[in-house]
T-cell receptor, first 112, second 114 residues
Framework: GDSVTQMEGPVTLSEEAFLTINCTYT??????LFWYVQYPGEGLQLLLK?????DKGSNKGFEATYRKETTSFHLEKGSVQVSDSAVYFC???????????FGQGTRLTINP | ETGVTQSPTHLIKTRGQQVTLRCSSQ?????VSWYQQALGQGPQFIFQ???????GRGNFPPRFSGLQFPNYSSELNVNALELDDSALYLC?????????????FGEGSRLTVL
């Protein structure tokens, strides 16, 4: 079945460090790919998305590129801030399907 | 613009009881989905409602049921609660016809089953 695998957490970095959170997927078709973020005490929010191969999604300094050849959608940010501390979820959705399939989440903590 | 609101935010039940969770969708959104998020895990799709009908279901038993009302609000009902039903239940709304997977989530209802 369709699935998403994220790098194990938690991840702890210092402010201004470079961030990569790995995400790979398995899907029967050509999915759209997403990163959602869950800040403490808040609901899940869409961070960025990509709907086809080689698309790059970006938002708030975060980027991820849809790589069909490696079935990956790694999240990157060049310089993290304390306010980026949250749980990050990679997810896929097949076109026309009703559901999102989520990875297990990666907890990120940024220390000042 | 009103976001997705869920109630109650926390509740405690005992095994075998029944629970109803409520969700008001974001203004203008006609589709509601429910997800279960166990501690330390990603959300799992329970089902989706569109035009007051179930429009897709995940791998959950029939004791998980739902309703959508004409104003697009929704309820999730769970009968015969089990300990493993302890989780954060997330409601998400969207507008049919928009990009699949772009959902707006509420903060969730945390259910503890003792």
């Amino acid at each position: 079945g369709d699935s998403v695998t994220q790098m194990e957490g938690p991840v702890t970095l210092s402010e201004e460090a470079f961030l990569t959170i790995n995400c790979t997927y398995t899907a029967t078709g050509y999915p759209s790919l997403f990163w959602y973020v869950q800040y403490p005490g808040e609901g899940l929010q869409l961070l960025l998305k990509a709907t086809k191969a080689d698309d790059k999604g970006s938002n708030k300094g975060f980027e991820a590129t849809y790589r069909k050849e490696t079935t990956s959608f790694h999240l990157e940010k060049g310089s993290v801030q304390v306010s980026d501390s949250a749980v990050y979820f990679c997810a896929l959705a097949l076109k026309g399907a009703q559901k999102l399939v989520f990875g297990q989440g990666t907890r990120l903590t940024i220390n000042p | 613009e009103t976001g997705v609101t869920q109630s109650p935010t926390h509740l405690i039940k005992t095994r075998g009881q029944q629970v109803t969770l409520r969700c008001s969708s974001q203004s203008g959104h006609n589709t509601v989905s429910w997800y279960q998020q166990a501690l330390g895990q990603g959300p799992q799709f329970i089902f989706q409602y569109y035009r007051e009908e179930e429009n897709g279901r995940g791998n959950f038993p029939p004791r998980f049921s739902g309703l959508q009302f004409p104003n697009y609000s929704s309820e999730l009902n769970v009968n015969a609660l089990e300990l493993d039903d302890s989780a954060l239940y997330l409601c998400a709304s969207s507008l049919a016809g928009t990009t699949t997977g772009e959902l707006f989530f509420g903060e969730g209802s945390r259910l503890t089953v003792l």
